[in-house]
């Protein structure tokens, strides 16, 4: 059975990324899910906060040194230098394992951070995902305006590097399809649908704000099953899927609208590393019984412009749906 498939122009063995999460920071735990599976892993995020907490510091010390590259820093700043720890990650993963590693740079201004893409590819990352996290929360702010941030953002960051960069997008735009093609056309080479926001929630007892990091559900794959089958065919740039997967279901469900790859990370937290080789093995069954031999013979075939009722997609369902509710 032939699982390859191409992400970012990457060739991989298997659909199967890990998604950027908190298991990326042990290089023990990169090594064992390539050894259940996994063809990709993305890192943790690096934060723009972070990266610009250190700058003073990196660019004394090129300065004093003449140096060119943080890598030239002492170690008694290495140690506690978020940036330069996360480099080393790259570099020990790089080393570890022969899937691709693909570094996650978080950020959501246009400032000097985006030039430190250029120390993730010099560091062996063999992509950048993009994570502009972005809460427009003052109020001022036009769509445009947003958007435009994230295309600025974008264009620097290629600028820097010549791997590929990926965006990691949430689904709150107001024209997510349009949004896709312009950073398409900025030269994006592939987009993850999508990046969770963490909510507040209110502690009713202590009247605070609470921070938790819940874990997906499968319900959660329905939003970029929708948005991907829209988007398969109608941007050069790779699409990865994330968000829900807990079972090989999700990820045939992900390849039938039209993803390349598709990410999943609360159900390795959840089963533990080992799962990885669970989903995998559940991916090749469920091809199996349907009698298909390779991934690309799905890719797509349930997309928007693939299904014979398009209209399933759109709001012609959504009338139907609500007219076949109950009705007390
Ligand atoms: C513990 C944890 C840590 C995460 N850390 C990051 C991160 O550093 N950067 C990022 O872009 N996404 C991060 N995510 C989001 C995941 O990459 C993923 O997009 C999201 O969890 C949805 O996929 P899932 O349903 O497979 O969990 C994190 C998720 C979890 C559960």
């Given at each position: 059975m032939d699982l390859k498939t191409k992400y970012l122009g990457l060739e991989l063995n298997n659909p199967l990324i890990v998604s950027a999460c908190t298991l990326g920071h042990s290089v023990d735990n990169i090594r064992k899910l390539e050894d259940n599976g996994a063809a990709a892993?993305?890192?943790?995020?690096?934060?723009?906060?972070?990266?610009?907490?250190?700058?003073?510091?990196i660019e004394s010390i090129l300065a004093e040194s003449g140096a060119e590259a943080t890598t030239?820093?002492?170690?008694?700043?290495?140690?506690?230098?978020?940036?330069?720890?996360?480099?080393?990650?790259?570099?020990?993963?790089?080393?570890?394992?022969?899937?691709?590693?693909?570094?996650s740079l978080n950020g959501t201004s246009l400032t000097g951070w985006t030039d430190y893409a250029a120390q993730?590819?010099?560091?062996g990352a063999n992509a950048i995902e993009l994570n502009v996290y972005f809460l427009p929360t003052d109020l001022s702010l036009t769509g445009q305006q947003v958007e435009q941030r994230y295309v600025e953002i974008l264009k620097a960051v290629k600028k820097a590097v010549k791997i590929p960069v990926s965006m990691k997008l949430s689904p709150y735009f107001s024209s997510l399809?349009?949004?896709?093609?312009?950073?398409?056309?900025?030269?994006?080479?592939?987009?993850?649908?999508?990046?969770?926001?963490?909510?507040?929630?209110?502690?009713?007892?202590?009247?605070?704000?609470?921070r938790d990091l819940n874990l997906s559900h499968r319900g959660e794959i329905r939003l970029p099953l929708l948005w991907l089958g829209a988007?398969?065919?109608?941007?050069?740039?790779?699409?990865?899927?994330s968000s829900g997967v807990?079972?090989?279901?999700?990820?045939?469900?992900?390849?039938?609208v039209g993803a390349d790859a598709v990410m999943t990370a609360s159900a390795l937290i959840r089963h533990g590393v080992g799962y990885m080789k669970t989903l995998l093995d559940g991916l090749k069954l469920e091809l199996e019984q349907r009698e298909i031999e390779s991934v690309s013979r799905i890719r797509g075939k349930m997309?928007?412009?693939?299904?014979?009722?398009?209209?399933?997609?759109?709001?012609?369902?959504?009338?139907?749906?609500?007219q076949g509710a109950p009705r007390g």
């Open positions: 892993v993305v890192l943790p995020s690096i934060f723009q906060e972070e990266i610009e907490g250190h700058i003073e510091d030239y820093l002492p170690p008694s700043i290495a140690d506690s230098s978020g940036p330069q720890n996360y480099l080393d990650l790259i570099r020990k993963a790089r080393a570890a394992v022969d899937i691709p590693v693909i570094a993730l590819e010099e560091a399809g349009h949004m896709v093609r312009q950073l398409d056309a900025a030269g994006a080479d592939g987009f993850v649908l999508f990046n969770r926001f963490y909510q507040p929630d209110i502690d009713l007892e202590e009247l605070t704000l609470q988007l398969h065919g109608h941007v050069k740039g790779s699409l990865a899927a807990q079972t090989a279901k999700e990820v045939v469900k992900y390849l039938f997309s928007r412009h693939a299904v014979a009722d398009p209209t399933a997609f759109d709001r012609a369902n959504y009338i139907k749906i609500l």
